[in-house]
């Protein structure tokens, strides 16, 4: 069935495919001071082998020589797949994709393929749901059904995508989309091109399947007993534009991916896998329009890189829940630098579905303009998995309208804006005990960040029968911004040479913390309140040029012995 599309799509691609640059930058002509693979390396916090980059046999191929229209109206799936066949059949190679629009269904990879597309070309996936069948995958960390990507590959060696050509998933025609993400008269050219409104009148579907589907108890991965019940809510199974699923050897350098049903790029379980001189973007008020998604993968790269998105942008996962657990897999050896986000709910991302555990993770020169949240730690009781060993320098941010830095285990579901900034009820039940159903963040250590403008400068939330441990923060300057540090429910913080300009509230604030070490907290002369205690569980606070006694508040319940000031 050909749905109904309300979307600037086509004519973002084309832009995005005239203004491509040079083919050795990709599209990120904004991007300076380009990281070599060899900067990759240098002073590594952890033992890491260096990543295999695919390589390819001098064989190449022209879409266009399978038959193949460039006119944005013939459907060229068959093309796509006859061309794969012949380099895989020749012992691999190239597909190059030439200037034109390339209107297709699904594309399979095989392994020794590299998709290349030349500057100018633009490879539209069809809004035509019927060319999608579903299929079993994982989807937010859980194993489901869910249409098929647009782009996938699964079990694959040595593949690439590589050029200055755009991939465009056509997610218009897929997503819901939230009224009050829109103004009213986009809502209402939005209402008037089809598809259908829910009963509360606040969010568009693109059909009754759509709509069927956003009613089950679950959001984004709907409870069924069989197919028939997942075709009878197909539409709302919106697929990732690209899935790679257990692959090794994989390079994507250079194109444009937008515009996705759901997440844009999904690597699942990959291994060897480098993210270079991409840009990614989808809508600011897509649903699910994370950018990229790296899950339970090891030996990865992202640099040279832009995102603009609806959701998360570099996000990092490894299962949920009960399904996270049983895969077992970590993401680990994680290189990201040189990346500027200019819209998100994170910058970068760990979590919420890290139940696998996370580890050995190096984000440097990175910059943030606008996100929600500027680097963002997510995870609430059910996960379990381990996040640590996590080392993050030289970030700079603008106007982040929630936090510059942020752990918060207790995850609701939301973006963080939309969450309430005192934490959901379920902070106020009985303590449950520590399973391998907790939680737990470890080993942080983020130095040499400036934020310009945030809604509360650092927010440090762990759980009361797992704390947040051992968490560094050095070298931080955070102006302009609504409130101070809250640190609460964390055991080994040290704080060094922090800057902290807040509009209203405590600098600092310690709420059932413990083993704190605070040297040289600085703040605006004539602020009143500098550094709050509170909790029956804080001890062992160590405050050193963080104002004096007379800077102090402490609790009812607070005994003065426990805070030693230097």
């Known amino acids: 069935m050909k749905q109904t599309i309300f979307s600037l799509g086509l004519a973002t691609a084309l832009l995005a495919a005239c203004q491509s640059t040079a083919p050795s930058q990709g599209n990120n002509e904004a991007v300076r001071d380009q990281t070599t693979d060899v900067d990759l390396y240098t002073d590594l916090p952890f033992e890491m082998d260096e990543i295999v980059v695919p390589e390819f046999p001098d064989y190449s191929v022209n879409l266009a020589d399978f038959g193949a229209v460039g006119d944005g109206q013939t459907l060229n799936t068959d093309a796509f797949a006859k061309a794969i066949a012949d380099v895989s059949a020749n012992g691999g190679g190239r597909v190059v994709i030439p200037r034109g629009i390339w209107l297709t269904g699904p594309i399979v990879l095989q392994s020794h393929i590299n998709l290349h597309t030349e500057r100018g070309a633009v490879v539209m996936f069809s809004p035509d749901f019927d060319l999608y069948p579903l299929i079993e995958t994982s989807f937010e960390g859980l194993s489901t059904v869910r249409c098929q990507s647009p782009l996938s590959g699964r079990g694959l060696e040595n593949i690439a995508l590589t050029g200055d050509g755009v991939f465009d998933g056509s997610g218009d025609a897929w997503r819901p989309v939230k009224k009050s993400?829109?103004?009213?008269?986009?809502?209402?050219?939005?209402?008037?091109?089809?598809?259908?409104?829910?009963?509360?009148?606040?969010?568009?579907?693109?059909?009754?399947?759509?709509?069927?589907?956003?009613?089950?108890?679950?959001?984004?991965?709907?409870?069924?007993?069989?197919?028939?019940?997942?075709?009878?809510?197909?539409?709302?199974?919106?697929?990732?534009?690209?899935?790679?699923?257990?692959?090794?050897?994989?390079?994507?350098?250079?194109?444009?991916?937008?515009?996705?049903?759901?997440?844009?790029?999904?690597?699942?379980?990959?291994?060897?896998?480098?993210?270079?001189?991409?840009?990614?973007?989808?809508?600011?008020?897509?649903?699910?329009?994370?950018?990229?998604?790296?899950?339970?993968?090891?030996?990865?790269?992202?640099?040279?890189?832009?995102?603009?998105?609806?959701?998360?942008?570099?996000?990092?996962?490894?299962?949920?829940?009960?399904?996270?657990?049983?895969?077992?897999?970590p993401t680990e050896n994680l290189i990201v630098k040189n990346c500027t986000v200019y819209h998100g709910h994170g910058g970068f991302v760990v979590g919420s579905e890290m139940s696998g555990g996370v580890k050995n993770v190096h984000v440097t020169d990175c910059t943030f303009l606008g996100t929600d949240v500027g680097l963002r730690f997510k995870s609430t009781r059910g996960r379990g998995g381990v996040v640590e060993n996590i080392h993050i320098a030289n970030i700079d941010m603008v106007d982040i309208p929630a936090e510059p830095i942020l752990f918060n285990l207790f995850y609701g579901g939301t973006a963080r804006t939309e969450e309430d900034a005192s934490g959901p009820a379920q902070e106020a039940a009985a303590v449950p005990p520590v399973t391998e159903e907790t939680p737990q963040f470890k080993d942080i250590y983020i130095k040499d960040v400036v934020c310009r403008g945030a809604g509360q400068a650092v927010l440090l939330k762990g759980l009361p029968e797992m704390n947040i441990?051992?968490?560094?923060?050095?070298?931080?300057?955070?102006?302009?911004?609504?409130?101070?540090?809250?640190?609460?429910?964390?055991?080994?913080?040290?704080?060094?040479?922090?800057?902290?300009?807040?509009?209203?509230?405590?600098?600092?604030h310690l709420e059932n913390s413990r083993n704190v070490q605070v040297a040289g907290l600085e703040y605006p002369d004539g602020q009143e309140a500098i550094v709050q205690v509170d909790g029956t569980q804080t001890k062992n606070i160590s405050l050193q040029n963080a104002g004096g006694p007379e800077g102090l508040t402490l609790g009812t319940q607070v005994e003065k012995a426990e805070v030693k000031m230097q």
């Open 181 to 329: 993400k829109l103004t009213a008269s986009h809502w209402k050219q939005l209402t008037s091109s089809g598809g259908v409104v829910n009963e509360k009148g606040d969010i568009w579907y693109p059909s009754e399947k759509a709509l069927r589907g956003s009613q089950g108890a679950n959001m984004n991965v709907p409870d069924a007993n069989d197919m028939s019940e997942y075709e009878a809510i197909k539409d709302y199974l919106r697929p990732v534009m690209v899935s790679l699923v257990s692959c090794k050897n994989v390079l994507l350098d250079g194109p444009t991916f937008q515009n996705s049903p759901a997440w844009c790029l999904h690597p699942l379980m990959c291994e060897n896998l480098t993210v270079r001189n991409l840009t990614v973007r989808n809508p600011w008020y897509s649903q699910n329009g994370d950018g990229l998604d790296v899950e339970s993968c090891k030996n990865v790269a992202v640099y040279n890189s832009s995102f603009d998105v609806g959701d998360d942008a570099i996000c990092i996962k490894s299962g949920k829940d009960e399904d996270g657990r049983k895969r077992g897999i």
């Open 469 to 508: 441990k051992n968490v560094n923060l050095e070298n931080i300057r955070i102006t302009e911004a609504g409130k101070g540090i809250l640190c609460s429910e964390a055991d080994g913080v040290t704080m060094k040479n922090v800057v902290i300009e807040p509009k209203h509230g405590p600098v600092l």
